[in-house]
Structures are given as C-alpha cells and as structure tokens.
C-alpha cells in the first residue's frame, strides 16, 4: 500500500509549482503519478481536452479561473464530480487551473 501524502499550504502555492506540456495549451504539475494520480491542470485561455469517457470516479476542484463542458460552467471553488462511465468533453474560455483526481486514465472517444 501506498504511504500517505501530504500537501501542506497547496492551495497558497499551486502557483509557484513547476508545469510542463500536457495537451495544446494544458499543462500539468503532477502530484501523484500513476493511477490513482493527482495533479493539477492548467488551462489557457480557449484551451480544452477532447471528448473522453471516465473509466472510474474523477475528481475535480477548480482552483481559478472557469472550467466549463457540456453540463456548464463551473468557477473557483467548484467541485466537480464526474461518475464512471460519463462522457464529455473540457474547455477554458478565459483560462483555468484545477486539482484533478483519477482513478483510472480517461479513455478518449474522439
């Protein structure tokens, strides 16, 4: 079993964390390899992740910014829950930063 992690003061330092390329225009900072994996996603202004669907549970708690899909908008301080088995795709107009929690990789269908 894995040891416990701990975070201290993440949310007063996300920002200073070190990124790298993930998709066009996303960047990643992980924090947990692997899967389960935790990291954070940063998202540029019209930046977005193509149509994928959730194998298990993914977490998400926007940090800033606006993270929207097909469901809605969800600003700084939403909690986004998305099922097993749920499809969508993800999207920034202005530009967005999350905390981001799978269990398994998405599987994408686009």
Do not use: K
């Amino acid at each position: 079993m894995d040891d416990p992690q701990a975070f201290a003061a993440l949310l007063g330092t996300w920002r200073g964390r070190e990124f790298r390329p993930f998709r066009d225009g996303v960047e990643i900072c992980v924090l947990r390899p692997g899967a389960p994996g935790v990291a954070l996603l940063r998202y540029a202004p019209g930046a977005g992740v193509p149509r994928h669907r959730h194998p298990a549970l993914e977490t998400i708690l926007v940090l800033e910014g606006v993270q929207s899909d097909e469901r809605g908008d969800y600003p700084a301080g939403s909690l986004i829950l998305n099922p097993e088995g749920t499809e969508h795709s993800v999207w920034s107009e202005a530009g967005c930063t999350v905390l981001i929690q799978w269990n398994l990789p998405v599987e994408f269908v686009a």
